[in-house]
């Protein structure tokens, strides 16, 4: 070999060793640059959502998802919240119980064990609020149902004291049925009310019976007391039972789903007495499914927009921003129920679940889209007002309100 090419030239043996050593301190120092560039890791609260997509009531769930959705959004491009001094993003994880008891107790187990979620907002109806209440309560988990009016949801059924994990951001069923026992005989000067309902349903049911209760107690008659069963389509035999009976009134405490067939069948039969509903009357695919049947009847709700206050015209105004379509009550308890999580949140000793519970209970006062919320002590069903809508002209318009 030449000399100058043994010069010239390095080890074939030492060039890959060389660049070896050379990898791995470039490699080294990447990592040193990496560890001082990134960013703190980023501190997440999971709530949890439990509503109706699918099943019987899917225009619930998408309300009170779309609700959530947008509380959520609104309370991080703020920054997040601040728990204890520490700043966090929220998380929201949905889940679809299909509008039924089973899976509402199945997904509300899912959020608490598994997503570990801080709180559960949801589920809307009766049927599914109650036994994912059972599940929250048993795993000492906050959980406040934006739409469930049933006395069962807060309360336990073993020894009727209220749970001391679930809250409710709307009324119930019995301040509910003497809501409308009173407007009936006082505003309307029925005397003689016929009732329909669902008796395989929470809400339906126990609205029912408190409603005869304080209608009876007012001086009033009810004539007729005829119940269905979840699924059933032909209610003729018990609107003829009703007819019979000649009452001034009907109420039919009975989901939006229902009601359109019900008020349907029941025109066609010839009964032209005024129509009185619950809340549950209130998505707006009622004046759609009933076809014009409704229109003239009455029903109780937990807020009007056209008597909306600036913190309901702001809700309602982003709402309708986002979705395109104006929000129902469901939406706007959703919100409320969200707000109201959302104080907790900011008040609580730490993030923790216990913490959060205790600051819940703790709310004194919150100035909410469907009017004021207050917690008293002991119990997780707020004092707050309804109102009585009309359905005139396919809209829903504001009558009257009632305080407690």
């Given at each position: 070999?030449?000399?100058?090419?043994?010069?010239g030239?390095?080890?074939?043996?030492?060039?890959?060793?060389?660049v070896?050593?050379?990898?791995?301190?470039?490699?080294?120092?990447?990592?040193?640059?990496?560890?001082?560039?990134?960013?703190?890791?980023?501190?997440?609260?999971?709530?949890?959502?439990?509503?109706?997509?699918?099943?019987?009531?899917?225009?619930?769930?998408?309300?009170?998802?779309?609700?959530?959705?947008?509380?959520?959004?609104?309370?991080?491009?703020?920054?997040?919240?601040?728990?204890a001094?520490?700043?966090?993003?929220?998380?929201?994880?949905?889940?679809?119980?299909?509008?039924?008891?089973?899976?509402?107790?199945?997904v509300?187990?899912?959020?608490?064990?598994?997503?570990?979620?801080?709180?559960?907002v949801?589920?809307?109806?009766?049927?599914?609020?109650?036994?994912a209440?059972?599940?929250a309560?048993?795993?000492?988990?906050?959980?406040?149902t934006p739409?469930?009016?049933?006395?069962?949801?807060?309360?336990n059924?073993?020894?009727?004291?209220?749970?001391?994990?679930?809250?409710?951001?709307?009324?119930?069923?019995?301040?509910?049925?003497?809501?409308?026992?009173?407007?009936?005989?006082?505003?309307?000067?029925?005397?003689?009310?016929?009732?329909?309902?669902?008796?395989?349903?929470?809400?339906?049911?126990?609205?029912?019976?408190?409603?005869?209760?304080?209608?009876e107690?007012?001086?009033g008659?009810?004539?007729?007391?005829?119940?269905?069963?979840?699924?059933?389509?032909?209610?003729?035999?018990?609107?003829?039972?009703?007819?019979?009976?000649?009452?001034?009134?009907i109420?039919?405490?009975?989901?939006?789903n229902?009601?359109g067939?019900?008020?349907?069948?029941?025109?066609?039969?010839?009964?032209?007495?005024?129509?009185?509903?619950?809340?549950?009357?209130?998505?707006?695919?009622?004046?759609k499914?009933?076809?014009?049947?409704?229109?003239?009847?009455?029903?109780?709700?937990?807020?009007?927009?056209?008597?909306?206050?600036?913190?309901?015209?702001?809700f309602?105004?982003?709402?309708?921003?986002?979705?395109?379509?104006?929000?129902?009550?469901?939406a706007?308890?959703?919100?409320?129920?969200?707000?109201?999580?959302?104080?907790?949140?900011?008040?609580?000793a730490?993030?923790?679940?216990?913490?959060v519970?205790?600051?819940?209970?703790?709310?004194?006062?919150?100035?909410?889209v469907?009017g004021?919320?207050?917690?008293?002590p002991?119990?997780g069903?707020?004092?707050?007002?309804?109102?009585?809508?009309?359905?005139?002209?396919?809209?829903?318009?504001?009558?009257?309100?009632?305080?407690?």
């Open positions: 070999m030449d000399q100058s090419d043994s010069v030239q390095q080890s074939p043996m030492k060039k890959p060793l060389s070896f050593l050379n990898f791995l301190v470039l490699s080294a120092a990447i990592a040193l640059v990496g560890c001082g560039a990134r960013a703190p890791k980023e501190q997440v609260i999971k709530i949890g959502a439990i509503v109706e997509l699918t099943g019987d009531m899917p225009a619930v769930g998408a309300s009170s998802r779309n609700a959530a959705e947008l509380a959520v959004a609104a309370l991080n491009r703020a920054g997040g919240i601040t728990i001094g520490k700043q966090y993003r929220v998380e929201l994880v949905t889940e679809d119980n299909g509008a039924k008891p089973d899976q509402s107790a199945a509300a187990n899912k959020l608490i064990t598994q997503d570990e979620v801080i709180a559960i949801g589920p809307n109806a009766s049927l599914g609020a109650i036994p209440a059972e599940i309560e048993a795993n000492r988990t906050l959980l406040i739409w469930s009016t049933n006395p069962k949801t807060t309360m059924t073993a020894n009727g004291a209220p749970k001391q994990y679930v809250f409710r951001a709307c009324f119930t069923d019995p301040f509910e049925g003497r809501v409308l026992a009173g407007f009936i005989t006082g505003q309307l000067g029925a005397k003689r009310a016929a009732v329909l309902y669902d008796v395989a349903s929470e809400a339906p049911k126990s609205q029912a019976e408190l409603f005869r209760q304080t209608f107690k007012l001086g008659s009810v004539v007729a007391f005829e119940t269905y069963t979840t699924g059933d389509r032909d209610f003729s035999a018990q609107l003829t039972k009703i007819q019979s009976a000649k009452p001034d009134v109420f039919l405490p009975a989901y939006y229902d009601v067939l019900i008020a349907q069948q029941a025109r066609r039969q010839g009964i032209t007495q005024t129509l009185i509903g619950s809340d549950a009357w209130s998505s707006p695919e009622l004046v499914m009933s076809q014009g049947s409704v229109e003239g009847s009455y029903f109780a709700n937990h807020y009007a927009t056209d008597i909306a206050t600036p913190t309901a015209r702001e309602i105004a982003a709402y309708q921003q986002k979705y395109g379509k104006t929000p129902d009550d469901v706007a308890l959703t919100y409320d129920a969200m707000g109201l999580l959302f104080q907790a949140l900011k008040t609580a730490a993030p923790e679940r216990q913490a519970r205790d600051a819940m209970a703790a709310i004194a006062g919150y100035p909410g469907t004021d919320i207050r917690f008293t002991g119990s069903d707020p004092v707050k007002s309804a109102v009585i809508m009309q359905v005139k002209s396919g809209q829903f318009a504001w009558v009257t309100n009632a305080v407690p």
